[in-house]
């Protein structure tokens, strides 16, 4: 059982950055790879990046490239979403999620997912 904290998230204004932060419980968590989701009111979840085990390779939503960038540092457990040039459309619930699986971008192929964290991009 993989546990997941997501932190980081905040009002923004259109233009800015932040940084969501995904801690892990479990020793074993390099065996994961780790995507981010996310999910507007109404909407349903998306695909947004995710890192294979070691962090070496990842891969984006199209929106997203260029923007978000994926990271992770196994010695902390953790993996981040620098999030840069922020939108509007870019206002969400943004979940991490846990699965060994690697290339997967729906989200009911993820086995173990955290709580979300709130960001919302002011206009």
């Known amino acids: 059982q993989v546990q997941l904290v997501e932190s980081g998230g905040g009002l923004v204004q259109a233009g800015g950055s932040l940084r969501l932060s995904c801690a892990a419980s479990?020793?074993?968590?390099?065996?994961?790879?780790i995507g981010w989701f996310r999910q507007a009111p109404g909407k349903e979840r998306e695909f947004v990046a995710a890192?294979?085990?070691?962090?070496?390779?990842?891969y984006y939503e199209d929106s997203v490239k260029g923007r978000f960038t994926i990271s992770r540092d196994n010695a902390k457990n953790t993996v981040y979403l620098q999030m840069n040039s922020l939108k509007p459309e870019d206002t969400a619930v943004y979940y991490c999620?846990?699965?060994?699986?690697?290339?997967?971008?729906?989200?009911?192929?993820?086995?173990?997912w955290g709580q979300g964290t709130q960001v919302t991009v002011s206009s």
């Open positions: 890192a294979s085990g070691n962090g070496g390779s990842t």
């Open positions: 999620a846990a699965d060994p699986a690697y290339g997967r971008r729906l989200s009911r192929d993820y086995r173990y």
């Open positions: 479990e020793p074993t968590f390099r065996r994961y790879t």
